[in-house]
C-alpha cells in the first residue's frame, strides 16, 4: 500500500483557505451583508483587470498609511465607490506593518516639519513628565506628523498607481510576446 506524498507548503495553505474563507454564496446568505450584499459582491470588484488593480493599490496606500486601525475594512470600504479591486486595496493596507509603521512616522514628522518649517525638534522628556505632557507633544508634533503622513499617502498612493499600472502592462506585453512566439513557432 502506498502513502501519499507529503504535501506542500502552498498546497496546505490553499486547502486551509478552501476549508475556511467564506464563499460568495455564503456571503450572499450573511444576515449582515445582506442589505448591501448587491454592492459588496459586484463581480467588477473582484475581478483583476487594469484599472481596478491600480486603484485598488492607491486606496491601500491611503488607507494602510492615514487610518492607524481597521486598515482593511476602511480600504474596502472605499474601494467601493472607487471601483478599485477589493482584495488589491485590502492587501496593500500591510504596506504598514509592525516593523514599518515607526519607519513611516518618523519620516512623516521629519518631512512634515520641513514642509511646515518648524524648527525647534522634539526634545525627549523624562517618563514622568511625559505621562503628564503628551498633549503638549501632540500639540506640537502633531501637525508636522499628520501633514508627512498625508504627503507619504499622496506620494504613495501616486507611485502605487503607476506602478501597479506600468507592472500591469509589461505582464500583459510579455504574455501576447509569448503567445506570439508560440503561435509562430
Known amino acids: 500500500m502506498a502513502t501519499a506524498a ?58 494602510g498609511v492615514m487610518f492607524p486601525v481597521a486598515q482593511i475594512a476602511i480600504a474596502a470600504a472605499i474601494a467601493l465607490p472607487f471601483r478599485a479591486n477589493v482584495p488589491v486595496a485590502a492587501l496593500t493596507t500591510f504596506i504598514t506593518n509592525p516593523f514599518t509603521t515607526p519607519l513611516i512616522l518618523i519620516a512623516a514628522y521629519q518631512i512634515g516639519r520641513w514642509v511646515l518649517h518648524v524648527d525647534a525638534p522634539v526634545v525627549a522628556q523624562p517618563v514622568a513628565q511625559a505621562a503628564t505632557g503628551w498633549l503638549q507633544w501632540l500639540w506640537e508634533a ?18 502605487g498607481y503607476g506602478l501597479s499600472a506600468l507592472g500591469w502592462r509589461l505582464w500583459i506585453a510579455r504574455k501576447w510576446r509569448n503567445r506570439h512566439d508560440a503561435a509562430t513557432s
Do not use: D, K
Open 142 to 159: 502633531g501637525p508636522a506628523t499628520v501633514t508627512g503622513l498625508v504627503i507619504i499617502a499622496a506620494v504613495g498612493a501616486v507611485l
Open 6 to 63: 507529503p504535501r506542500s507548503l502552498w498546497q496546505r495553505a490553499a486547502g486551509w483557505c478552501r476549508r475556511n474563507l467564506p464563499t460568495r454564496e455564503s456571503m450572499e446568505r450573511s444576515r449582515m451583508l445582506r442589505p448591501v450584499a448587491h454592492r459588496v459582491l459586484a463581480p467588477e470588484l473582484w475581478r483583476f483587470t487594469r484599472r481596478s488593480v491600480p486603484r485598488g493599490v492607491a486606496l491601500g496606500m491611503v488607507a
